[in-house]
């Protein structure tokens, strides 16, 4: 009887039974090793293996006729039944001194693990000619500039949920169809927050007589000496995810606590029935925990300053506010009358000064219903290919309310439905793909990445036993200023491998902009896979048993660089820099065109 040999562990061959005493977490790393499914019962599972064994054993027989017979067998027989058929034609074109090598190489990590019959093959044959596909960055730009033109007619942004989310899905499921490709539009119902009047923020200082024993009330609309600083939505200050809806008076001279940077140290009992102001610095925590203190100590709203992202680098002096939303998913529940908002650090600093320290008084109103769900769409570009593996490319579609969302993540979903035009062109010539291939744009990103969560969970069964690849476009843009080059990753050893293969062969080909834009490409270890993007439900929740032995999607990533802009009202066309666009969606593109064309 033989073994299988894989991370230190040996897999028998042989009768039900010897497959029958390795657990189902084994079994399914036996079963992915032959690029198998990995779904089911243990019966279920070993079932398969043995079916698997079945053919494998054919082919080999098949192939003993060929004087290279003793190592095609070395070579082939522990590999997928798919990877083994396609082989063989490969392996027997090769001269017996070339297999002779890579048998010896074989039997000498035998102690350790397999080297299967795809990783010699490709050593011997050299690297791939990988084929680029082409991109037109011009109708990038088009479809980027269709989509910031679908925004909030006053706040420009797209936020999920509303008909501006609704009308940029359309367009982008519009795209593909005119790209020759079938679709799908998937709506999901998730917990979101609407926003509805237009939130105020304001400082009232007393006029000279207010407060006088028979004078008006301070700061009411008998006070005519008042004075009272207005600041602009958007540009001073912005709605965080998830925020209630309050209402604070110049009147009710409701009191400001300062909590410093809002630490679990800091005394937030203080704040209880009042608002918070926490500043955002280095080591400050993200809006999650900071709710969870102010909810836990009874905090009426919360105010906290941005004194550390974009300062000087969008307007000199100060830094812009940006939105933030809230993992949801931590909360019971969230009071619907909690105010949260954050503002520059000039109007933070005009906080303290006019209200904490002198005898100004807040106003502030913030018009949000944070109980009830909205709608989302996922709208998909398909081409069936030759099997049903699954080769998903993505990016998200939906982008803050308060700006246009130009590069985050405009600039995504355009190199996405490029890519998708491209593709539809190759099909044409070319023929069905190796795998099925979808492009998706997502809804629900910056509120929880909810449209990729909820997608995933859908198609989990399908995408359990048939996903290949995900490949994720966020931000994948480069500021023309600000360009420290482009990064990507994935988990996908052989992906990331090819990846470095294409950008040298890109190198080669756009030698102006390979030197331009720099390309760091890395290894992550599963486990290490950032859950910061909508890649992160395809790694992270797509097995059912994770209790068996957590089973990973493969994933690959490309991020950008210079986005200082990034959930700002100043995140627009005019720092759109579509040639930037060109690498990331050559590169990627590329990556998809080998693994569903090969070197055709």
Known sequence: MGSIVKSGRNFPMGDDSDWSELTVSELKEALKSRGLPISGNKSELVERMLESEVIDAEIVVEAESTENEGIL???????SPENVRKGIGRIREMPVQVLAVAAVLMVGGAGGALLYGDDIIEWIQGEPEY??????????????????????????GRMSGTVEELNAAESIKNNFTSAGIPTTMDEFEVPMFVIGEEPELSICVPGDIGGLIGGPTPCSGADVNREVTYFTHREEFVIQGYSGSASVSHVENMEIIDLGNGS??????????????????????????????AIENDVYSMITVNAKQNCDDLVMGDCVPYFKSVDKSQFDFIPDSFGFIMTSKSVGETIVDMVINGDGRLGMMTDVDNQGVATIRVPCGVIQGKTESAIVMGAHHDTVYNGPGAVDDTSGVATLQEIARQFGILESQLGEPEHTLYFCTWGGEEEGLWGSKEWVDKYRTMLGENLRLYVNLDMNHVDLERNTGLTMFGNSKSDVESLRGISKAFSESFPELSSKYVINIRDIDSSGMPYNSDHAPFVYEIDNE?????EYGNAVVCYGSGSTEYHTYLDRMDRFNEESLVVSGVIFGSLVRYLSYGEA
């Open 73 to 79: 067998r070395k070579i082939l027989y522990y590999n």
């Open 131 to 156: 084929r680029l596909i082409e991109f037109d960055q011009s109708q990038v730009r088009e479809y980027a500039q269709s989509l910031v033109d679908l925004g909030h007619p006053e706040w420009e």
């Open 264 to 293: 679990s140290e800091a005394d937030w009992g203080s704040a209880a029935s009042k608002i918070a102001m926490v500043w955002l610095e280095e080591g400050t925590d993200g809006n999650t925990a900071l709710l969870q203190r």
């Open 546 to 550: 994770p209790d068996d032995g957590m």
